[in-house]
């Protein structure tokens, strides 16, 4: 039997209308908790967070207990509670991963908002429903909570609280992320936001949630952050060595693809190429300008940071890769022609630079826009 919400308290609001999506009697939130040989913590989380759901939240929900390959009594655990809690279900996966476990538990699922949060229940539970609340009004199209912000409360240990904070610096540096919590295990997104980033999000591990983040903010939709109450396990059995490691792969790939133009995003929400198109058009004028009084490479470098500060400023939308990339590709674009036409003018120097600028252009490299295409059809 589906779980009634119970009637709001004297004095409190009404509880909003479930959104137009919600299929009458069905889940209006799924929240998967994805599991990996948590046979101590599995049952007491799972049934407080079901006790805080059935008392707080005023709509019909589910929690799904993604369990990724555990070789301990986690299965066992996990179908027992499913077969005595209505609104708690079991899925098992062959394979390990968080980032495959969240996939195959939100692919499945027909709830008109999706969610994850850690099984030791790190955060605190009361920021679920606000949390939540943005994507069921429609306001924001994913919502993260966030440790990072003068209105969160965390306790843990000096090493875990320095290593958040250089990977979240190391994202605004490398990617220009705007979010400021990429590893909060505390998220949630729009079941129609879930189906076109999903078929784009490549990695299965840690790394998930911020390749997911990024591809979302780089598509244009809206992601609204919670501050949290967090309290570290001091139980927790995350490798930080080899999280890190395959954290930072994640990042050189995804900043590789910026860099390049070929980050796959959603078609239908992302941004234009207008800030790359702008850019390109603004550097071979100011080039142009700046030739006559410097040498070919240094008016390139001269211009061509006048107008990623420009773009930077009014655009907020070309990463630090994507000027390397450029500074390297029209460098390179200089010499060449150069070598190739030793006393080239200055239209010679300014279609080479057209040339690179085409190279560098989202979309504009046929063969590997096909590829994207076809891995999100």
Not at 98 to 117: D, F
Not at 154 to 160: C, F, H
Not at 207 to 232: K, Q
Not at 330 to 345: D, E, K, R, S, Y
């Amino acid at each position: 039997m589906k779980h009634s919400p119970s009637a709001p308290s004297a004095g409190s609001s009404p509880a909003p209308a479930p959104p137009p999506s919600a299929h009458p009697g069905e889940p209006v939130l799924d929240l998967a908790v994805p599991v990996f040989n948590e046979e101590t913590d599995l049952e007491p989380s799972v049934r407080r967070l079901h006790a805080h759901l059935r008392e707080t939240f005023p709509y019909p929900f589910r929690i799904t207990v993604a369990d990724n390959a555990s070789t301990d009594a986690t299965p066992l655990i996990a179908a027992r509670l499913a077969g005595e809690l209505p609104e708690v279900e079991w899925l098992r996966l062959a394979e390990k991963g968080r980032g495959r476990a969240l996939r195959a538990a939100w692919s499945r699922s027909r709830a008109p908002v999706l969610a994850y949060l850690d099984v030791d229940l790190s955060t605190g539970l009361a920021a679920l429903l606000p949390l939540v609340a943005p994507l069921l009004s429609g306001h924001s199209d994913l919502a993260i909570g966030t440790r990072l912000t003068a209105g969160s409360r965390v306790v843990r240990g000096p090493r875990r609280e320095f290593v958040s904070r250089c990977y979240n610096v190391l994202l605004r540096c490398t990617l220009s992320v705007r979010f400021s919590d990429a590893q909060c295990g505390f998220k949630a997104v729009r079941r129609d936001a879930a189906e076109r980033l999903l078929p784009l999000v490549r990695d299965t591990g840690w790394f998930f949630d911020t390749e997911l983040l990024v591809i979302a903010e780089r598509s244009g939709l809206r992601i609204h952050e919670v501050p949290v109450d967090w309290v570290d396990d001091p139980d927790s059995r995350v490798a930080l060595l080899s999280t890190a490691l395959a954290d930072l792969r994640g990042v050189a790939r995804v900043g590789w693809a910026l860099a390049r133009g070929t980050l796959p995003t959603d078609r239908r929400a992302r941004r234009s190429r207008t800030p790359a198109v702008l850019t390109a058009l603004a550097h071979l004028p100011l080039y142009a300008a700046v030739r006559p009084a410097a040498p070919a490479q240094t008016a390139n470098s001269l211009a061509l940071l006048t107008c990623w500060t420009l773009a930077q400023t009014t655009l907020g939308a070309l990463p630090p890769p994507a000027l390397a990339a450029r500074l390297a590709v029209t460098a390179g674009a200089l010499a060449v022609a150069g070598h190739t036409v030793p006393a080239a003018g200055l239209r010679a120097e300014l279609a080479a630079l057209a040339a690179a600028h085409l190279a560098l252009v989202p979309g504009l490299l046929p063969l590997r826009r096909h590829r994207t295409e076809s891995a999100t059809s």
